[in-house]
């Protein structure tokens, strides 16, 4: 079965803190990718970043990194000095080989960044 | 490039009556996606085109639901005889096959369902 899990259901930091947000995701697949999204109170959902199975480079952009270890199945999403513009709803999602398009979301965690 | 735009942004029907959503995607993605996201849950898949067609229905996809994309350009998503298990947002979204952003889905800002 294919799952993703964040545990985190609400995370509160003030301003300039550092924050990790987790994703675990399950799947027998040796093709998969993964992805992050944010959500505003707005509403739409805003794509972050992509990887595939293959690729286990960490990334970073501006103060966003990721990181990605196959050896325990996480995809950890780590927002450096978060600033209140940072605040949403942050879900990872998964998509395998098997599953063709269809992409299969965690319940997401909550940032609320405080001034 | 312009964005997956949705309308309506809100819809609020009472029980029983029929609904009707439309999705414009991304121009030049030729694959269109319907997901639902109920409160304090990530979205779910309901459905997907290629083109013209309909590749994939969830099995959250009941009777009542039926999606169309006919002419390979925009959706429409129509509930019937709704219920009040049906409020939630609905979400569209598009991708391409080709290039660096192939296969990433582009979401649109949803049409939030309420039905009394």
């Known amino acids: 079965a294919q799952k993703v899990t964040q545990a985190q259901t609400e995370i509160s930091v003030v301003e300039k803190e550092d924050v990790t947000l987790d994703c675990v995701y399950e799947t027998r697949d040796t093709t998969y990718y993964l992805f992050w999204y944010k959500q505003p109170p707005s509403g739409e959902l805003v794509f972050l970043i992509r990887r595939n199975s293959f690729d286990e480079q960490n990334e970073i952009s501006g103060r966003y990194s990721w990181n990605f270890q196959k050896s325990t199945s996480s995809f950890n999403f780590t927002i450096t000095a978060s600033q209140v513009v940072d605040s949403a709803v942050y879900f990872c999602?998964?998509?395998?080989?098997?599953?063709?398009?269809?992409?299969?979301f965690g319940t997401g965690t909550r940032l609320q960044v405080f001034p | 490039d312009t964005g997956v735009s949705q309308d309506p942004r809100h819809k609020i029907t009472k029980r029983g009556q029929n609904v009707t959503f439309r999705c414009d995607p991304i121009s030049e993605h030729n694959r269109l996606y319907w997901y639902r996201q109920t409160l304090g849950q990530g979205p779910e898949f309901l459905t997907y085109f290629q083109n013209e067609a309909q590749l994939e229905k969830s099995r959250l996809l009941s009777d009542r639901f039926s999606a169309e994309r006919p002419k390979g350009s925009f959706s429409t998503l129509e509930i019937q005889r709704t219920e009040q298990g049906d409020s939630a947002m609905y979400l569209c979204a598009s991708s391409k096959p080709s290039g660096l952003a192939r296969n990433t889905q582009y979401f649109g800002p949803g049409t939030r369902l309420t039905v009394l």
């Open positions: 999602a998964l998509r395998t080989e098997r599953n063709t398009d269809k992409l299969i």
